[in-house]
């Protein structure tokens, strides 16, 4: 492993990046770790979304956020710059664990008016799902 700029969305401002338990889709992603990412586009989507709790969806290739309901607004987020050597997972470049804590990183605030052409609204969770299995 080497040391590499990664990226760490959240919707709160934080002195500290502390190893969360992950309770993701697969292997990799059930574990006690910091998640990163090398795109600061899907931090920065994630960050945002994280205030909706439940009701998105991400297409990671192609960068979109899906979120269900017109009505339901992301807030603002947080993306954290780190510099760390962190263990890739499964999906390329879009997943890195690490699992100690961060201290030192870069703090970028984040909005969704910066990502509109990246977020889409959808009305059901069916109809999230049927644009998921179209890309």
Known sequence: MIKMKLYHGSPEKLKIIIPQKADGMMKFQHQKAIFLTRS???????????????RTMFALPPHK???????????????YEVNVKAKKGMLGNYEYSYSK???????????????????????????????????
Do not use: C, D, M, W
Not at 44 to 49: C, D, F, G, T
Not at 103 to 113: D, E, G, N, R, T
């Open 101 to 135: 804590p961060i201290k030192h990183f870069k703090i970028l605030k984040v909005s969704p008016k910066s990502h509109k052409k990246s977020i889409i609204y959808v009305n059901t969770k069916e109809e999230l799902l049927n644009r998921i299995n179209k890309k």
């Open 65 to 79: 956020l899906i979120i269900v309901g017109r009505k339901n607004r992301p807030k603002e987020g947080y993306v």
């Open 40 to 54: 600061f586009k899907q931090a920065s989507l994630y960050a945002i979304s994280k205030s909706l709790k439940g």
